[in-house]
């Protein structure tokens, strides 16, 4: 089974930025559309960004405009540049394949938005 590592997060101010990458452990960005998704405490897991093996790239209102996800299939990894983050952006951020996961859940990166 593919693995997913996910890292990159950490403690950011409001207005800051960080950049998430996610390593597959096998080529599966070139098979599958990707997604970011994330889940805060107490809520459920929400795609926030997906982007599919040809490129075009979807994203969820909360996140338009600030957050850019792309891709290095020769890398087998794939990126979530956030930006102008909020206290709201705050969850730990994992990849899988999307709109569904079909793969199993890495431990995923904690995302902090604090002053």
């Known amino acids: 089974q593919v693995q997913l590592v996910e890292s990159g997060g950490g403690l950011v101010q409001p207005g800051g930025s960080l950049r998430l990458s996610c390593v597959a452990s096998?080529?599966?960005?070139?098979?599958?559309?990707m997604g970011w998704y994330r889940q805060a405490p107490g809520k459920q897991r929400d795609l926030v960004a997906h982007i599919t093996s040809g490129g075009n790239t979807n994203y969820a209102d909360a996140v338009k405009g600030r957050f850019t996800i792309s891709g290095n299939n020769a890398k087998n990894t794939v990126y979530l540049q956030m930006n102008s983050l909020k206290p709201e952006d705050a969850a730990v951020y994992y990849c899988n394949t999307a709109p569904g996961p079909k793969l199993n859940w890495g431990q995923g990166t904690q995302v902090t938005v604090s002053s």
């Open positions: 096998g080529s599966v960005f070139s098979i599958y559309n």
